[in-house]
C-alpha cells in the first residue's frame, strides 16, 4: 500500500483529486445533506475530476488508503471506467480496510452487468458465511438486489430466502432485523447522483474546449 506520508506523487493526487471541497467525506450519504447550492458546485467539480483523471492516476489511488481508494472508485463509477471492474471487485473481497467497500459497491452497481452481479454474489458466498466479520454485507446486499432490479435476474434470491445465508449471518450476529430491501433503496439513491453527475459533464464538449484552447494558444 502506498502511504501519502511518504509519497510526493501520491500527495499531489490526493490535493488534485480527493480533498478538494473535502470530496472523499462528502462521497455517500453525506451527499444527501448538501445545499442546493452546494449540491450543484460538488456535482460539477466531481464530473469534471471523474473525465479529467487519468487510468494511470486511478491506478495510483487505488494503490492507497481508504480515502484514495474510495474517491477512485466514485470517479471510476461517473465516468463508466469499466475497465477497473475485475480490479474493483478483487479489492471488494479482500475487504482490506474500512469506508471503501459502499464506494466499491456504486462503481458496480453503475456498470450494471451480469459480471458485476456476480463479484458481489462471490463477496456475499465468502462474508455472510462469517459472523465475526461485520464488514460490508448489508450494502452488498443492497446492491445486488439493486442489479436484480435493473437486470431482471435473481442472483439474490438464494441469500434471502426464509433461513438462508442472509438470516444465518443476522442471527449469528444477534441482529433482530435488518432489512436488506433498505440498502437496495440507499443504493438506488446514490446511482441516481451518479446519473446527475455524469449527464452534468460532456466528454465530447470538454475535448473541444479544450482543442479551441489549444489553437488559441491558451
Known amino acids: 500500500m502506498r502511504d501519502v506520508r511518504s509519497d510526493p506523487e501520491l500527495q499531489e493526487l490526493v490535493r488534485r483529486f480527493v480533498t478538494p471541497d473535502r470530496r472523499y467525506l462528502r462521497l455517500g450519504g453525506s451527499l444527501h445533506r448538501l445545499s442546493e447550492v452546494e449540491r450543484s458546485t460538488f456535482v460539477r467539480d466531481l464530473a469534471q475530476t471523474a473525465h ?25 463509477a461517473v465516468a463508466h471506467r469499466t475497465e477497473f471492474r ?30 458485476d452481479a456476480e463479484l458481489l454474489a462471490a463477496y456475499l458466498d465468502h462474508y455472510l458465511s462469517r459472523p465475526d466479520l461485520d464488514y460490508d454485507q448489508p450494502i452488498v446486499l443492497g446492491t ?22 442472509w438470516d444465518q449471518w ?49
Not at 474493483?88 to 451480469?114: D, E, H, M, N, Q
Not at 445486488?144 to 445465508?165: K, M, N, P, Q, T
Request: proline share 3%; charged share 20%; aromatic share 8%.
Open 52 to 76: 479529467e483523471i487519468t487510468p494511470a492516476e486511478l491506478g495510483i489511488l487505488f494503490e492507497a488508503g481508504w480515502r484514495e481508494r474510495k474517491t477512485a472508485a466514485w470517479l471510476v
Open 86 to 115: 475485475d480490479h474493483i471487485g478483487r479489492l471488494l473481497l479482500a475487504s482490506g480496510g474500512p469506508y471503501a467497500g459502499a464506494a466499491y459497491c456504486v462503481a458496480l452497481a453503475k456498470f450494471g452487468t451480469a459480471a
Open 144 to 165: 445486488l438486489l439493486y442489479l436484480d432490479g435493473l437486470l431482471g435476474s435473481e442472483s439474490a434470491s438464494r441469500f434471502i430466502v426464509l433461513g438462508g445465508a
Open 170 to 218: 443476522l442471527e449469528a450476529r444477534g441482529v433482530a432485523a435488518l432489512n436488506p430491501h433498505a440498502c437496495q433503496q440507499s443504493m438506488q439513491r446514490l446511482c441516481a447522483f451518479v446519473d446527475t453527475t455524469t449527464e452534468a459533464f460532456d466528454p465530447r464538449q470538454g475535448r473541444a474546449a479544450r482543442s479551441q484552447a489549444v489553437s488559441e494558444g491558451v
